[in-house]
């Protein structure tokens, strides 16, 4: 027999109904802000990401799934910000849009070991907003995300943020904590040591407590930011306290990719063990033009929808009228019972019925699984009478219908019911 491949997972119709509350509260709340829609491909040229991520990145180095085609090589995406970039400069957009808000749901691939939250094929909700460097963007975008999370019924979750400053602070902030590095060099776990050649920033945020003691002594501060990044994080931070969002700033927080700039910024959420951020993102002000575009600051963020779904039980919107479900016992009955299902479902109203030719506790169990919120039933005594028995499931009430009044009397109860 065979089976998933590990890290996958199969997401089946009682879990889709969860998936599809959080994607239906994603687009209201994204077209709250103006944000609209794009898709990219799941493949691009695996270089796309060398060059975004960084070739140190650890998604470049151990986690891309890689597809050799002749002399080609191509990923599947492990995240969604580097094919973003590639559209908004392949397709023009800095020229026909300027300023682009998009937002976008799908999967994403790293092949990583797996465990609670770490998947190889998981899913991302994340947004772009690229064509503008102004502070009150990045606190507007961070703000979205903590609006999103509370959308979802999310709580007890912790913002953090940081500045990393522009190219040259990052170069600043990378030479110093060499330098307050080098000595303790031997103390540092294997991993980073080699971070410390490759990407001493990741020292920043390894999970090995040795290496946590020692970063914390470091007193990393806001030293290494020159003015202007200075200024623009102090607005980013007032433009946060006027949103009346919570955060704490820690200068701990420095983000795997290569192509953040200046604010970086996550959600934390302790219920999820070592895997704790639901969702993460920052500024990418030098990303566009490095893949061939024009200077265009951006900022972004993305967020893991099965993280969101270990910590809420965000329920779907009761679906706009409720099921309906046809309970028809015997041949007269079923044929009545499939005319029925026909105009419901032509006047728009979501019907189905039992194929099963089950009894009807059998059938009433079905209606009940489904959450149907009014079942029909058609019997025998229903085919001599010319009526439809209505239950309505929440109160268990039961009342009779003449049949060719039915469709009028079910759109009037419906709207009542809702
Ligand atoms: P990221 O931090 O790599 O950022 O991923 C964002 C979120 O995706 C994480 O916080 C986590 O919730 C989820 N995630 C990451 N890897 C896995 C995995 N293996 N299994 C399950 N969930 C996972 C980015 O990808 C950036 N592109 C975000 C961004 C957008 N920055 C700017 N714009």
New binding site residues.
């Given amino acids: 027999m065979f089976k998933r491949t590990p890290g996958t997972k199969d997401i089946l119709p009682e879990e889709a109904l969860r998936w599809q509350a959080i994607e239906e509260t994603t687009r209201a709340v994204f077209s709250l802000y103006n944000y609209r829609e794009i898709r990219t491909p799941l493949i691009e040229e695996a270089s796309l990401f060398n060059r975004s991520l960084g070739e140190s990145a650890e998604i470049v180095q151990k986690q891309m799934f890689l597809i050799k085609k002749e002399d080609e090589t191509f990923a599947l995406r492990p995240?969604?910000?580097a094919g973003i970039v590639r559209a908004y400069i392949e397709n023009n957009l800095d020229k026909t849009s300027g300023f682009i808000k998009v937002y976008y749901t799908g999967p994403?691939f790293?092949a990583?070991r797996p465990q609670k939250?770490?998947?190889?094929q998981?899913h991302?909700i994340?947004c772009?907003a690229i064509g503008s460097e102004a502070p009150y963007l990045d606190a507007e975008v961070i703000s979205l995300a903590d609006n999103l999370l509370k959308a979802y019924g999310i709580r007890d979750y912790e913002t953090k943020i940081n500045s990393l400053g522009c190219a040259k602070d990052k170069k600043a902030l990378t030479e110093g904590l060499r330098a307050k590095l080098e000595p303790k060099l031997d103390q540092l776990c294997a991993d980073c040591k080699t971070r410390y050649n490759q990407n001493v920033l990741r020292v920043l945020d390894c999970k090995n407590e040795h290496c946590i003691e020692i970063v914390k002594k470091l007193e990393i501060g806001e030293n290494y930011l020159c003015d202007e990044c200075k200024g623009h994080f102090a607005k980013v931070k007032e433009g946060l306290d006027s949103l009346k969002v919570n955060y704490t700033v820690s200068p701990y927080l420095v983000?795997?990719?290569d192509y953040y700039t200046r604010t970086v910024f996550?959600f934390i959420h302790g219920a999820l063990g070592s895997?704790n951020?639901?969702?993460?993102?920052?500024r990418?002000d030098n990303l566009v033009s490095e893949l061939g575009g024009p200077k265009a600051g951006a900022?972004?963020?993305?967020?893991?929808v099965?993280?969101l779904l270990l910590v809420t039980n965000h329920k779907p919107q009761v679906t706009s009228k409720g099921l309906v479900y046809i309970i028809s016992l015997g041949d007269e009955a079923k044929k009545a019972g499939a005319k029925l299902l026909y105009l419901l479902r032509e006047a728009g109203v979501a019907s189905d019925t039992d194929h099963e030719d089950r009894s009807l506790k059998g059938a009433m169990r079905r209606a009940n699984d489904m959450a149907a919120k009014t079942v029909l039933i058609i019997g025998e005594d229903e085919i001599k009478k010319g009526v439809v028995t209505l239950k309505d499931m929440a109160s268990g009430e039961q009342k009779e219908i003449k049949r060719e009044n039915i469709l009028e009397e079910l759109k009037a109860y419906i709207k009542l019911t809702c």
């Fill in positions: 995240e969604g910000t994403m790293r990583e939250g770490r998947l190889r998981f991302h994340g772009e983000r795997g990719l996550e895997q951020a639901l969702g993460a993102g920052g990418y900022i972004g963020f993305a967020m893991g099965e993280r």
